[in-house]
């Protein structure tokens, strides 16, 4: 009976899908912008592979503070009320948004200007992710939070389809408009997660040593090889294969098609993920879980190729659709091994190695495509990129057979069984 009932039958979990929603298109069509600026201002005195290698700072900004503060925000995040957490940030990255707005209003945005918020941005995303992330399972029974996921999927991709396309077309009006609204964005969330009511408290020990704590994490994802498994895939597969970092250097120099062509180009594999989303919220997934995931991450390295190579629009945005479907199937089955076959207590350490790695394949995926691209050139270093991906799910199917057996979510029957479940104890 559980399994039909809707998640948004809880009251808690409304209002953080409502988080989820606004978050999302703020945080996209701010990414948008941020990467639309620091390519156009590059450009005015750069070439393009310098202008290239600008945009890749962006990527290293945002991670640099995430892989720094890794083991200090999982453990916040086991320790003090997520509720609180996450307020704090959005409210935090409401005013970095608001900072870019008012630079945007004066006409005095500067390329060290946006590497500062992106710093910002990267310390807010490294508490925020794993807080977040864990409140999910305190709103709805287990048994509903796969739906849950996937129904949290759906504001995520909704949003980056709606983000996008909103921040290139406010920027095309006004270049401080889609900061402002962004920032109005933020502040609903953080409204939102104020009427969540308490949550269960953790178990974890006041007065244990906190730095053991914080490697406990670690040593719970190291020695769950499902968990392992399932994140590292991701990590590697999509820091090869990160096309969208490029989508700068294709609106304006390969496809020509302007900051509004870019909005379309960042929201078209968003478009494909939450129509994945929206499958799996009405028929979730249950067999074959990772094998199907796997399957998903190959073809994603292949739309990869296809996208680097094409110079027709519907057909890049086609590939970029189906790249986006196949992210969201790895994402759903990713996520909900880790909820589902994770303790409540190590949720918070968990998702902030789960956040380091997923950080790690788009801000360094980021990252590593500008660099190579101002190396060999764009078209060169994404379709090198999608073949890298392939390679790396063959390589996981091998590395982890454990991925391949994993024929449903369900965990062992209790979560004692799970390697690693020493480590939370």
């Known amino acids: 009976m559980a399994k039909t009932v809707s998640p ?14 606004t978050t999302t298109i703020a945080q996209n069509a701010m990414v948008v912008v941020i990467g639309w600026q620091v390519y156009d201002i590059a450009r005015r005195t750069m070439t393009p592979k310098e202008a290239a290698f600008q945009l890749g700072m962006v990527g290293v900004a945002q991670f640099v503070p995430l892989a720094l503060l890794t ?23 409401a005013l970095c948004a608001a900072w870019l707005a008012l630079l945007g209003w004066h006409d005095t945005t500067t390329l060290p200007a946006i590497y500062v918020v992106a710093v910002l941005l990267g310390i807010c995303r490294a508490f925020a992710n794993p807080a977040i992330g864990a409140l999910a399972p305190n709103l709805v029974p287990a048994a509903v939070l796969p739906t849950a996921i996937a129904a949290s999927a ?40 104020m009427f969540i009511r308490p949550i269960p408290k953790t ?59 870019l909005g379309h180009l960042r929201a078209a594999p968003a478009v494909g993920s939450a129509a994945m989303a929206l499958y799996f ?26 996208f680097g190579l094409s110079r027709w629009v519907p057909l890049s945005l086609a590939c970029l659709a189906v790249l986006g479907a196949c992210d969201m199937l790895s994402v759903y089955v990713r ?57 790396v799910t063959i390589i996981w199917a091998r590395l982890f057979p454990e991925l391949v057996q994993a024929r449903t979510f369900d965990p062992p029957k209790t979560l004692e069984n799970i390697p690693g479940q020493e480590m939370a104890k």
């Open 8 to 21: 948004f039958s809880f009251r808690d979990f409304r209002f953080y899908w409502v988080t989820r929603f």
């Open 335 to 391: 996520q909900s091994l880790i909820q589902i076959w994770t303790p409540n207590d190590m949720r918070g350490r968990v998702g902030a190695v789960s956040t380091l790695f997923i950080s790690g394949s788009n801000e360094l995926g980021e990252a590593e495509s500008g660099f190579l691209a101002a190396l060999i050139g764009a078209v060169p270093a994404v379709v090198l990129g999608g073949f890298g991906a392939i390679g």
């Open 203 to 261: 178990t974890l020990d006041r007065k244990a040593n906190p730095w053991r704590q914080m490697i406990d994490g670690l040593h719970y994802v190291r020695h769950n090889r499902v968990v392992l498994g399932a994140i590292s895939l991701d990590l590697f597969a999509v820091l090869l294969g990160g096309a969208t970092a490029m989508l700068p250097i294709y609106a304006r120099d390969i496809l020509k098609v302007g900051s509004e062509g």
């Open 154 to 193: 759906i504001a995520w991709q909704v949003g980056a389809i709606g983000g996008p396309a909103l921040g290139g077309y406010l920027y095309a009006a006004r270049h401080w408009l889609p900061y402002t609204v962004s920032a109005v964005l933020f502040l609903i969330a953080a409204t939102s997660m």
């Open 71 to 93: 083991l200090i925000t999982g453990w916040t995040a086991d320790r003090i009320d997520r509720r609180w957490i996450a307020r704090i940030v959005l409210f935090a990255e």
């Open 281 to 306: 919220s009405i028929k979730p997934l249950r067999h074959n879980v990772g094998v199907k995931m796997l399957f998903a991450v190959a073809l994603f390295g292949a739309c990869t190729v296809g």
